[in-house]
């Protein structure tokens, strides 16, 4: 595996690229994991780099059932920043390429460890979220859907049920959704060739999707800012922004794609 980087970007990026939209060219079921820095183009701050959300508060205090619990009032009008923050941003190229890629080849699936909706927004239609979305609500007790309403305040609003309301993400400690979780492992596990966008890796059960790729043989591709957990099990690690690298990698295997069927 070449790592990118320091060597002469543009020739062995070229080598690698081309390997990687090989790969993707010829796959029959092919699978994304992506995370924080997929967005970080849109100008939506990842988790852990130094402008990351984390940087002002920290996960045990907000992104956790205790968090919420213990300051229902702070990690409320968290959640309502970031659902604000996300409504202003636009899905970026990467966004678009990987609703691309799902339009030609054969088969493709999403999983995504984001909130922020910005790949709905941008088209992918086979998604998987496995951590809930910014957009979504819930009552706390009996998990009653809540529909957005512009007159909520700085405090949880209330259910009919006259349960608190919740955001509809997954929180630290939390299970996530069975049938999501069901169906990225078993899509992890019959992909020949699964991309990881973006994501340190850090955050389990999400983080296991790449190892049960490797381990049903799928060829495994990251594109990250940054070595992270998943790059020892890549097999092509493209070294920069995804905003940047996707819509050239997509072209590329829209390209020898066209190749292969004689076009
Ligand atoms: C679970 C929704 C069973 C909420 C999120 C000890 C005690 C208790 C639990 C645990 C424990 N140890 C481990 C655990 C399990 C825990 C966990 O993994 N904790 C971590 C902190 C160690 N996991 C859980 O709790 C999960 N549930 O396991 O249930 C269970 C139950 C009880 C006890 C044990 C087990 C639930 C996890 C889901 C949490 N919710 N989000 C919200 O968003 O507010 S996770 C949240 O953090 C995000 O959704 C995201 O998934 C994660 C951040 O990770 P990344 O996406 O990777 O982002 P990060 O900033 O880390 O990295 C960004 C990357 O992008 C970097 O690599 C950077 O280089 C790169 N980058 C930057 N710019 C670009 C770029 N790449 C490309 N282009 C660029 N332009």
Known sequence: MTILGSIPYDAA?????DKAASILARST?????????????????????????????????LATLEGFLADPGLVWRWYMERLFTARTKKPNPGHYALARLERILPRF?????????????????DLIELHGNIERFRCLEAAHPAEYDPG?????????????????????????????????????AMCDVMLVIGTSGMVSPASHL???AKDADAS???????RSAITPLADVFLE?????????????????????QGN
Request: with cysteine; aromatic share 6%; proline share 7%.
């Open 109 to 125: 699936v999403l999983i995504t460890q984001n909130i922020d909706d910005l790949h709905r927004k941008a088209g992918s239609a």
């Open 152 to 188: 909520w305040g700085e405090e949880p609003p209330l259910c009919s049920c006259g349960s608190i309301i919740r955001p509809g993400v997954v929180w630290f400690g939390e299970q996530l959704p069975e049938k999501e979780v069901e169906r990225a492992f078993a899509e992890s």
């Open 240 to 260: 920069g922004p995804s905003g940047e690298i996707l819509p050239g990698l997509v072209s590329r295997t829209a390209e020898i794609m066209n190749d292969i």
């Open 29 to 61: 079921s092919a699978a994304a994991l992506t995370g924080a820095g997929i967005s970080r183009e849109s100008g939506i701050p990842t988790f852990r780099d130094n402008d990351g959300i984390w940087g002002k508060y920290r996960p045990e205090e």
């Open 13 to 17: 990026m070229k080598e690698e690229l």
């Open 220 to 226: 495994v591709i990251e594109i990250n800012t940054a």
């Open 210 to 212: 790449p190892l049960a």
